[in-house]
């Protein structure tokens, strides 16, 4: 009897012990009805198009006007009337600024009156002159007196063109003071208001005003040493010359060019500062929507094609500060790479670095995986354009 709560006991510390070991049997009953892993996501995968395609070269410049024209006077005085408005479009020979023209119009007279002195005096010098040629033949008088009346002949003729002269220069002055407008385009504002005074004649004159063409606009931009070079390489092969690119412009805003234009010009020597070529196209601007000193993008296409890999432009992904393309390897495994991107080609664009023609790019559903996920591939065929390149691109 005295052994029974001795057994008592040991019995109470075999139920505790066996306690845990039920639960750990019950907990692995329970995980052995796990269901199975979801099976992997499903993504369309697809291998660059190889496609020839002609590249586009893009920079940037600015608009100038083929001419412009500084309006100053040729004459001093004080400005009595400006007859135009600020901003207005001008013919050549319009008429812009008068000077008050009463101090020039009293040298006009004071140079006829010269003139005619000079012309009175010249009649008597001849007379003169006449009587004495009929006395030498008798030798009436000396032959001193002759020369003196033939050389008084000369002087009065120096006198007359002299006199002629300075009205012919008294009247020009009086025509400048009608300043007129010495080309055709757009004027600038007026820099001088009525009853100013103004100075002409040098260098030195006042300014008062601007004009600048319009129609058509010149568009200039410098071009990088290295592109410069394989112009000149594809004209040396017989492939064009320099003024013979498909030429178009973007403006401010716009997302493909919207100008058409041609280059007629390419400068004799590179810039030493900058490595740069000046090359200008001309645009023609009926409807003077352009102005000079506007910004703009001009694309120059290539004259040769060369092979390209293209994925869509959708395919290519953001990741920080660099482009990257997902891939999918040969275990369905995804990882990501860096990629180097080109131009755009319809919706499609060029991958220049970082792609090799038989990777497998995901081009949709790339924003539901991971690195290092198992995917599905659906396998779907890049449909490149027949003849890609700056058809493709631009209009």
């Given at each position: ?39 992997p996501l499903s993504v369309v995968v697809s291998q660059p198009a190889v496609q020839n395609v002609r590249g586009v070269d893009v920079y940037a410049g600015r608009f100038e006007a083929i001419d412009t024209v500084e309006v100053r006077p040729r004459v001093s005085g004080y400005l009595e009337k400006v007859a135009f408005r600020d901003g207005a479009s001008v013919n050549k020979g ?31 010098s001849q007379q003169e002159f006449d009587r004495a040629s009929v006395l030498i033949e008798t030798d009436t008088i000396a032959q001193s007196l002759f020369d003196q009346r033939k050389e008084a002949v000369r002087s009065a003729q120096a006198e007359v063109m002299s006199a002629q002269g300075a009205l012919d220069r008294a009247q020009l002055d009086l025509s400048f003071t009608r ?217």
């Amino acid at each position: 009897m005295k052994d029974f709560p001795v057994k008592k006991a040991l019995a109470r510390s075999l139920i505790a012990a066996a306690i845990p070991l039920a639960a750990v049997l019950v907990l692995s009953a329970c995980h052995s009805d796990d269901k199975p892993p979801p099976p992997p996501l499903s993504v369309v995968v697809s291998q660059p198009a190889v496609q020839n395609v002609r590249g586009v070269d893009v920079y940037a410049g600015r608009f100038e006007a083929i001419d412009t024209v500084e309006v100053r006077p040729r004459v001093s005085g004080y400005l009595e009337k400006v007859a135009f408005r600020d901003g207005a479009s001008v013919n050549k020979g319009d008429v812009l600024f008068l000077i008050d023209p009463r101090p020039y119009q009293a040298s006009v007279v004071a140079a006829q009156g010269a003139l005619e002195r000079a012309c009175s005096q010249l009649a008597l010098s001849q007379q003169e002159f006449d009587r004495a040629s009929v006395l030498i033949e008798t030798d009436t008088i000396a032959q001193s007196l002759f020369d003196q009346r033939k050389e008084a002949v000369r002087s009065a003729q120096a006198e007359v063109m002299s006199a002629q002269g300075a009205l012919d220069r008294a009247q020009l002055d009086l025509s400048f003071t009608r300043i007129v407008a010495p080309m055709s385009g757009r004027i600038s504002r007026k820099r001088i208001s009525e009853g100013n005074l103004v100075k002409g004649g040098d260098s030195d004159a006042t300014v008062l005003t601007t004009i600048v063409s319009q129609d058509p606009i010149d568009f200039y931009f410098d071009v990088d040493e290295q592109s410069y070079l394989r112009y000149t390489h594809e004209a040396a092969k017989g492939q064009g010359d320099a003024l013979s690119r498909d030429v178009r412009i973007a403006l401010p805003g716009d997302t493909k060019p919207s100008l058409r234009g041609h280059l007629d010009f390419v400068d004799n020597r590179l810039d030493n500062s900058t490595g740069t070529l000046r090359e200008r196209v001309r645009i023609v601007n009926p409807d003077q929507r352009l102005n000079p000193g506007q910004f703009g993008r001009v694309y120059l296409s290539s004259n040769t094609t060369h092979p390209a890999l293209l994925v869509p432009d959708s395919a290519v992904a953001t990741d920080a500060t660099r482009r990257v393309l997902w891939l999918v390897d040969n275990n369905r495994k995804v990882s990501i790479r860096p990629v180097v991107v080109g131009r755009l080609f319809g919706k499609l664009r060029e991958v220049t670095s970082g792609l090799q023609a038989g990777d497998t790019v995901i081009i949709d559903g790339f924003q539901r995986v991971r690195v290092g996920d198992t995917v599905r591939p659906i396998v779907q065929r890049i449909e490149a354009p027949a003849a890609a390149g700056i058809k493709e691109d631009l209009p």
